[in-house]
Structure formats: C-alpha cells, structure tokens
C-alpha cells in the first residue's frame, strides 16, 4: 500500500514503468478485496446453507452434516467447495 501512495505522491521524477505500476495496482486490489473478510465469510455461509436446503436430492441428515461443514468452514473457498461437493 505504502508503494502505491509513493507511486502517487511522486512529482518531480515519478514512476512510469508499467511493472511497477501493476504491482502497487494489484497490492492496493488486495487489500481492498481483503476488507470486511469476516463479514463475506458469513454472508457466503448463509447462502451456501440456504443453497443445501433447497437442494431436494438431500436427506435431511446429509443437509445438516453438509451445513455443519459450511459452519466450521475457514475461508470461502472452503464454503464453496463443501457447496460443490453437495450439488454432485
């Protein structure tokens, strides 16, 4: 982050190669797409548990073991492959 406010502060030599430019670029997405992790962890919890209720070919014991793995689900990729593995 700090590299990309240099890139931007820079006025009597600034930065015009483009590899420098993408890196602070894709260093400030990053960051801005890490923000408010916790609360897109839970949001995607939600949905992928209402997705498995509404899935028919589910008993409800498969429903709620496959709910129980979405709770205990670290990051959205895992939410999103407990998803996945109940749709197959």
Request: zero cysteines; a negative charge; glycine letters at 6%.
């Amino acid at each position: 982050m700090s590299q990309a406010e240099g890139i931007i502060n820079q006025t009597t030599n600034p930065t015009l190669n483009p590899d420098e430019i993408t890196r602070a670029l894709t260093q400030v997405t990053d960051a801005k797409n890490g923000l408010n992790g916790e609360a897109k962890l839970a949001t995607e919890k939600q949905n992928a548990k209402d997705a498995v209720s509404g899935m028919t070919h589910l008993n409800d014991a498969q429903k709620q073991a496959l709910k129980g793995q979405i709770d205990q689900s670290p990051e959205i990729a895992t939410v999103n492959q407990v998803k996945q593995t109940a749709t197959s």
